[in-house]
């Protein structure tokens, strides 16, 4: 029989000591990773959730890896994030996206990169499934596209309010100023990172086959909540305590449909997820 490991990371805040002063405080993360891992363990995986403090580079990536010792051909793995998404620039060259930014969760003790996921997701032996959920803003693929979406009539839309010091505490977008801030300050680490994942890109590599679900497109925010974040609530009512038959795709069509259009999910995969995984009930083992 299959083997499922599922981890479930839900960060309320940062630390300030190792973003300039900025806490990020938020509000429903850590219910998020909860609510998650209770869906995992009632479909037989083996939960970990790490919230907020413990939401480390170091204690995160070292759950990966201990997932990816064990996993073998036909296991899966089930991530989730709620938190912070950011953006950080990539001037190093071998970026491949066409904004020449790289994608952040942002983890209590630094930005954790994009391609660092997709590295760790390679550690994985070949054939096993992935799964992951992120409920989290990746901020827009320019910084133009978003400060064209925060408009006072969007903000109005999606927060309820046009001032955009209340759209940053009801998001789960770092504040531009604060990226770029962040950015600068710690330039040197995050050019450093980015020159050794592109080496391993230029080294080709194995692709993990993954299904990926966003809590948003690239040029949208995510809401935070009260009890959950959006995209968690509603995917948990599409979820219907297990009720929900069909494939992901169909998954996340089902999600889409109940989210407002300034708030849309998105759906990709990486490496070759077959019909037989993708057409499976959501989080099979």
């Known amino acids: ?25 938020l509000v429903a993360c850590e219910n998020d990773a909860r609510d998650m891992a209770a869906l995992a363990r009632g479909n037989g995986f083996e939960e970990t959730v790490i919230l907020t403090d413990q939401g480390t580079v170091e204690n995160i990536t ?13 296991d899966i793995l089930f991530f989730t994030y709620s938190g912070h998404g950011g953006q950080v620039r990539n001037t190093v060259g071998g970026d491949t996206e066409a904004d020449r930014q790289d994608e952040t969760l942002v983890f209590f003790d630094r930005q954790f990169l994009d391609d660092e996921l997709y590295r760790e997701f390679q ?17 827009g693929t320019a910084i133009e596209s978003v400060r064209e979406m925060l408009t006072p009539q969007a903000l109005e839309s999606q ?13 789960r977008m770092v504040p531009q100023w604060k990226q770029e801030e962040l950015y600068e300050r710690h330039r040197d680490v995050y ?15 194995r692709a993990p086959d993954a299904v990926l679900i966003g809590a948003c497109q690239d040029n949208q925010v995510a809401s935070d909540g009260s009890v959950n974040g959006l995209f968690t609530e509603k995917l948990l009512k599409v979820w219907n305590n297990a009720g929900f038959q069909g494939g992901y795709r169909d998954f996340h069509r089902g999600i889409q449909r109940i989210m407002p259009p300034n708030q849309s999910p998105n759906f990709y995969t990486t490496g070759a997820p077959g019909p037989d995984f993708l057409g499976q009930k959501p989080f099979t083992i």
């Open 123 to 139: 550690k994985l032996a070949e054939g096993v499934r992935v799964v992951a959920l992120l409920d989290c803003c990746h901020s």
């Open 1 to 25: 029989m299959p083997t499922g490991i599922s981890l479930h990371i839900g960060l309320n805040r940062v630390d300030p000591d190792r973003y300039d002063g900025w806490d990020g405080k």
């Open 191 to 205: 050019q450093k990172l980015q020159r050794e994942l592109a080496a391993v890109k230029g080294n080709g590599g």
């Open 159 to 171: 927060f309820q309010t046009r001032d955009p010091g209340q759209v940053e505490a009801a998001s």
């Open 62 to 74: 070292g759950e990966l890896r201990k997932a990816a010792g064990r996993l073998k051909k036909g």
